[in-house]
């Protein structure tokens, strides 16, 4: 198994596993958050979906984007199944822009995103994207487990 086929098995095991937490918050849990600066359940299910589609333009950017006009701002935040729905054909395109990637690209590819304080190769970045769902993920199980509701099991 190559780097890259690695690569997209753990996106699609992250999003396995989020897509457990996240189809498991209780409906009247959804605009639930510990505080009033928190993002709710679903506005974090909402931001890592939008998250992703603008890690894949900043891939093909090979840089932050200076002006990110996102699709998802223009949708109203109702169910988790809409917003999965709604980010497929965005997904689908990011695993196939990672699928394009060569062996070589995750080291000698650098993602310029000086604006927000690194700049990263390929591979890193790629493995931050990832990271960065589960972290979130992570919180709506903190939320979960602090309003006293139970919790999916992702550990299978």
Not at 12 to 24: A, F, G, L, P
Not at 84 to 107: C, H, W
Not at 131 to 153: C, K
Request: one cysteine or more; proline letters at 3%; a negative charge.
């Amino acid at each position: 198994m190559s780097s890259i086929d690695l690569l997209i098995l753990n996106f699609n095991e992250v999003r396995r596993r989020s897509k457990k937490v996240w189809t498991s918050i209780p409906e009247q849990y959804l605009k639930w958050k510990p505080d009033h600066e928190a993002m709710s359940c679903l506005e974090m299910v909402r931001h890592v979906l939008e998250s992703e589609h603008y890690y894949h333009l900043a891939l093909k950017n090979k840089g932050s984007i200076n002006h990110f006009e996102s699709p998802f701002e223009k949708q109203p935040l109702v169910s988790v199944t809409e917003e999965l729905n709604f980010a497929a054909p965005y997904r689908e395109a990011f695993l196939e822009q990672v699928s394009q990637y060569k062996e070589e690209d995750l080291t000698t590819i650098n993602i310029d995103r000086s604006d927000v304080g690194y700049i990263r190769s390929l591979g890193d970045m790629l493995l931050r994207i990832a990271y960065h769902e589960s972290i979130h993920t992570g919180q709506i199980l903190d939320y979960l487990r602090t309003a006293g509701v139970s919790r999916a099991d992702i550990w299978d």
